[in-house]
């Protein structure tokens, strides 16, 4: 079968005892056990639930990884993954990371032993460097990133990750397994959030693990159980219901997105675009190489910093001013006060998050509607 219709059958038979197509919200925490000690596919509701099983072989499918475990939060799911590294060891990160992986990282784990090098991906050299520099347990990589939408080349990442005998960690968020599976290009386990494009729709917090290895799979299904950040069943239903949509919606996200980034590309009052799916993009070889599709993010740097920024986020009617991403409503974001606002300036701009930098993230309104609201933006700015 092919992707988009996995998104609707993959690991969702019908139930087989009421012939309902849709899979039953199984609330119970408990399981009746017919004898003391017998081995059945559920005991406890934290260990497993038939509607959390739905959701994670579904995962699993459409990422092509053999095991897919489903967590409360893309959080929940890093942590559980982390408490498979033990202290002492070493990471070897992209540079322009997720604000709360970076948190992670630094405000919490570093106590712990973890030592993270961060180090800009975009180039395969810089990351063999790192890697041969000192023992590595994990190479851990987002594409596209966060906010500047740089891309990391997943196949030679991985091999050199695998030449180290390093983990390929790939947290792929952004692109959802629509656009792009990373397992297929040598990824050991991907990462996600699925309350952004997996879910679709800004209802429902969860997050999912999807892992190459089986046996890898069965012990982190063992810290699944042991560390408890899993999600609710009513929540891997919400979660199941957005995942149907997934290949229509991420077309039209990406369809807003181009008329967006052409929009944008066209005003002289704009710096910069980054849109994977843009030719003028520089690593958009790389995009049509490993992605099939780029998206709902844009961004794009305004001249006039900080004040310019303002007022076109003033201008906007349709765009509402919120964190996250990849619902069907248009959001927009100003990371250089929100989403990394806890980076330090000269970091930040180092980085390339400047004060005119505005980061969008296209719904699937009409893009006509899109691009005037933009262009509203523009003419306040
Ligand atoms: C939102 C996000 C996360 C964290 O996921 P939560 O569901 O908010 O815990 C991790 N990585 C990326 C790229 C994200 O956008």
Not at 23 to 31: A, D, N, R
Not at 159 to 177: E, K, M, Q, W, Y
Not at 192 to 213: F, M
Not at 306 to 324: D, K
Request: glycine letters at 10%; hydrophobic letters at 40%; one cysteine or more.
């Amino acid at each position: 079968m092919r992707f988009d219709t996995r998104l609707i059958h993959a690991a969702q038979p019908p139930d087989p005892t009421t012939g309902a197509v849709n899979p039953p919200v199984y609330l119970s925490t408990t399981f009746a056990q017919p004898a003391p000690g017998t081995d059945q596919e559920f005991v406890y509701g934290r260990t497993g639930n038939p509607t959390r099983r739905v959701l994670e072989r579904a995962l699993a499918d459409l990422e092509g990884g053999r095991v897919g475990l489903a967590f409360s939060s893309g959080m929940g799911a890093l942590s559980t993954l982390l408490e498979n590294l033990p202290s002492g060891r070493r990471i070897v990160a992209v540079d322009d990371l997720y604000g709360g992986t970076w948190r992670m990282f630094e405000h919490h784990r570093r106590q712990f032993g973890l030592d993270v090098q961060y180090v800009n991906m975009t180039d395969p050299g810089a990351v063999e460097a790192a890697v041969a520099a000192a023992p590595t347990a994990w190479v851990y990589a987002e594409s596209p990133t966060n906010p500047l939408l740089r891309l990391v080349d997943l196949r030679a990442v991985a091999r050199i990750a695998h030449a180290h005998r390093a983990l390929f960690v790939v947290d792929n968020t952004f692109a959802s397994p629509a656009n792009q599976r990373p397992i297929e290009h040598g990824a050991d386990v991907v990462l996600h959030s699925t309350t952004k494009y997996i879910g679709g729709h800004s209802d429902v917090l969860g997050g999912a693990l999807i892992v190459r290895d089986r046996r890898l799979g069965e012990r982190l299904a063992w810290l699944q159980n042991a560390v408890g950040a899993v999600p609710s069943p009513f929540d891997c239903y919400l979660l199941l219901r957005g995942l149907r949509t997934l290949g229509v919606r991420m077309r039209a996200h990406a369809a807003s997105a181009r008329a967006v980034a052409q929009t944008l590309e066209r005003d002289r009052r704009v710096v910069a675009v980054w849109y994977p799916g843009s030719p003028r993009h520089p690593q958009h070889a790389l995009a049509r190489r490993q992605m099939e599709g780029y998206g709902g993010m844009v961004s794009f740097e305004l001249k006039g910093g900080l004040r310019a920024a303002r007022r076109f986020l003033r201008g906007l009617r349709i765009f509402t001013l919120a964190e996250s991403l990849g619902g069907v409503e248009s959001l927009v974001d100003h990371p250089a006060s929100m989403t990394h606002a806890s980076v330090p300036r000269s970091e930040r701009e180092a980085h390339g998050v400047r004060d005119g930098l505005i980061r969008l993230s296209c719904g699937i309104e009409d893009p006509a509607d899109l691009v005037e609201d933009v262009r509203r933006g523009l003419a306040r700015g």
